[in-house]
C-alpha cells in the first residue's frame, strides 16, 4: 500500500511577514496620528490611543470573520459539500488550518469513491456467482441477497428473517454456531417443500455491517449432481439385469447339457441354438454399451468432416434391406433428386439412421411399408431445439405399426426404457438402441422429433443443420 502524501501548507516565510506587518498596523496608526496632531499633552495621547483600538478591532473583525468562514467551509466538508474555498487575506494559523483540512477532505472523498467502486465491483461479482450467497447480521436477519440466493429461497427482499429463507433445522444450528461462538461449519439439506431437491450450505463466520459479529452463507444446489448419481445407480442396474438374464439362461442350459440332456442330440441341439441366442443377444447389449460409451466420450467434439447424406442414407437403406426382407416389411425411400451435404460423422448417421429403420422394421409389423422421407426446410421450427430457424435437412421414418401411447413418448430416449419389456426382449432390443440415437443427435447439434398416435403408427424425425458455406455457394437449393 502506497505511503501517503505529506500534507501541504502555505509558505511560512510569506505569511509571517504578511502577519506581522499587519498586527503592528494599530501600533503605526497610533503613531503616525499623534505625530501628525505634534502636540504634547494628553489629547493627543489618547487621540492616537483611539485610532490604534479602532484599527486593532477592525482587523479584529476582519480575522474572525475569516476564520468563520473558514469553520463554515470546513463544516461543509465534513458534510460531503465542499464549496467555494475562503480567500484568506491574513491569518498564517489559519491557512495552517485550512490546507490540511482541504487535503482530508480530498483524501476522505477518494477514499469514499474507491469504498463505492469495490461495494459496486463486490456486488456484481456477487451477482454473477451462479451460487446462492447470503449475508445475516448478529439478529439472524438477511441483510444482502444475490440474485441466485433471491431465486433459490424465494425471496423478494432483504431484511427478513433468516428462517423465512430456509427452516432446516441444521442450517439453523449451523448458522447460531457461527454467530454465538464463531465456528464455521458445512450443512446438507434439503427443502421442506421439495426433498427431491439436495442442497449444500458453507457457513462462514464475518463482521455485520452494522457491528457485531455476522455469518455469510453460500448454499449450491447438488441436484444435478445427485440426479447424475441416481442415473448412473439406474444405469449399472439396468445394465447388470439385462446381463443377468441372458446369462442366467446360458449357465442353466450348460448345467443341463453337463446333466440330463448330455446324450439327448435333439436336446442338445435345442439347447445350443438358445445359447446362441442368448449369446448374441449378450454381444448386442455389450456392442451397445461400448457404442454409447464412445459417443458419450466424443459429445464435446463436434464432427469437422462435409459427408454427402445421400450416399449415407443409400448406404444404410442396402444394409438394412435384407433384415426388412427377413420381416416382410419394405423399405421406401422419398427424396428430392439431391440431398445436401452435411457436416457430419458417417460411421455415426450410418448408425442412427440403422438403429431408427431396425425399429421400424420390428415394431411396424410384416406386409406393410416403412418409409424414409427426406425433406429440405428453409428454416426449421421454433420447437427444433439448437437448429430451430436455420436451414436443415429432415430425415423421417415413419412406420405403419401399432403406435405408442402419449405418456411413453417422453422416456423413450431414456437407456433401458422399454414401452412393452416382454415384446422388445422378444424381437432382440436392447433398450439402448434410442439412448444412442439421442446422443448421436445432439453430438450433431440437430434435433429428434418423435410423433405416434396409436392405430396409426409412428413418426420419427431427425434434423440435422445444412452448413451456411454448403447453402452460400448454392450447392442446394432450400425451398420456400
Given amino acids: 500500500m502506497a505511503a501517503p502524501q505529506p500534507l501541504r501548507g502555505p509558505a ?6 504578511r502577519d ?13 496620528v499623534s505625530s501628525a496632531i505634534g502636540a504634547d499633552g494628553v489629547w493627543p495621547a489618547l487621540t492616537g490611543l483611539l485610532v490604534g483600538v479602532v484599527a486593532a478591532h477592525l482587523i479584529s473583525r476582519l480575522w474572525i470573520g475569516q476564520a468563520a468562514a473558514l469553520a463554515r467551509w470546513m463544516i461543509g466538508l465534513g458534510s460531503g459539500e465542499e464549496g467555494r474555498r475562503p480567500v484568506l487575506v ?21 477514499a469514499e469513491r474507491q469504498a463505492t467502486l469495490q461495494g459496486r465491483r463486490l456486488s456484481t461479482v456477487l451477482e454473477a456467482v451462479s451460487d446462492a450467497v447470503l449475508l445475516v447480521d448478529a439478529r439472524e436477519t438477511i441483510v444482502e441477497a444475490n440474485v441466485a440466493a433471491r431465486r433459490t429461497f ?10 423465512r429463507a430456509t427452516r432446516d433445522p441444521g442450517v439453523t444450528a449451523a448458522l447460531r454456531a457461527a454467530l454465538e461462538a464463531g465456528t464455521a461449519s458445512t450443512v446438507v439439506f434439503s427443502p421442506v417443500d421439495d426433498r427431491l431437491r439436495l442442497f449444500t450450505a458453507r457457513i462462514q463466520p464475518s463482521e455485520s455491517p452494522e457491528g457485531g459479529r455476522g455469518a455469510v452463507l453460500a448454499v449450491r444446489e447438488q441436484s444435478e449432481q445427485l440426479l447424475i448419481e441416481r442415473m448412473r445407480s439406474d444405469f449399472v442396474a439396468n445394465a447388470s439385469h439385462e446381463l443377468k438374464t441372458p446369462l442366467a439362461a446360458i449357465i442353466g442350459i450348460i448345467e443341463t447339457l453337463r446333466g440330463p440332456a448330455r446324450d439327448d442330440a435333439a436336446a442338445r441341439d435345442v439347447f445350443l441354438a438358445t445359447l446362441a441366442e442368448e449369446a448374441s443377444r449378450m454381444r448386442r447389449l455389450v456392442d451397445d454399451l461400448l457404442s454409447l460409451s464412445q459417443i458419450e466420450l ?4 463436434p464432427p469437422a468432416t462435409l459427408v454427402s ?9 442396402a444394409r438394412m434391406r435384407p433384415v426388412a426382407e427377413a420381416a416382410r416389411v419394405r423399405l421406401v425411400l422419398e427424396a428430392p433428386a ?4 452435411i457436416v457430419a460423422d458417417a460411421d455415426q448417421l450410418h448408425q442412427l439412421f440403422g438403429n431408427l429403420i431396425d425399429n421400424a422394421i420390428k415394431y411396424g409389423g410384416p406386409d406393410k411399408d416403412v418409409r424414409v422421407v427426406v425433406r429440405l426446410l428453409d428454416a426449421a421450427p421454433p420447437t427444433a431445439g439448437p437448429v430451430a430457424g436455420r436451414p436443415a435437412v429432415e430425415v423421417a421414418i415413419v412406420d405403419q405399426g401399432e403406435g405408442i401411447a402419449p405418456e411413453h413418448l417422453p422416456r423413450l430416449t431414456e437407456r433401458f426404457y422399454r414401452v412393452d419389456k416382454a415384446r422388445s426382449r422378444k424381437v432382440g432390443g436392447t433398450g439402448l438402441g434410442l439412448a444412442i440415437v439421442k446422443h448421436i443427435v445432439r ?20 434434423l440435422l443443420p445444412i452448413p451456411a458455406e454448403v447453402v452460400d455457394h448454392h450447392s442446394v437449393k432450400i425451398p420456400s
Fill in 12 to 17: 511560512p516565510t510569506v505569511s509571517l511577514l
Fill in 20 to 32: 506581522t506587518a499587519v498586527g503592528t498596523a494599530p501600533a503605526a496608526a497610533a503613531v503616525l
Fill in 90 to 110: 491574513l491569518g498564517s494559523a489559519l491557512e495552517w488550518m485550512m490546507w490540511p483540512a482541504l487535503e482530508l477532505a480530498r483524501r476522505a472523498r477518494r
Fill in 154 to 163: 424465494g425471496l423478494d427482499r432483504v431484511g427478513v428473517p433468516f428462517a
Fill in 298 to 301: 466424443a459429445a464435446h467434439r
Fill in 309 to 317: 447424406l445421400a450416399e449415407v442414407l443409400e448406404g444404410t437403406l
Fill in 338 to 341: 439431391s440431398a445436401p451435404d
Fill in 443 to 462: 453430438r450433431h447439434q440437430g434435433h429428434l422429433a418423435i410423433e405416434s398416435e396409436l392405430g396409426r403408427g409412428s413418426r420419427f424425425a431427425v
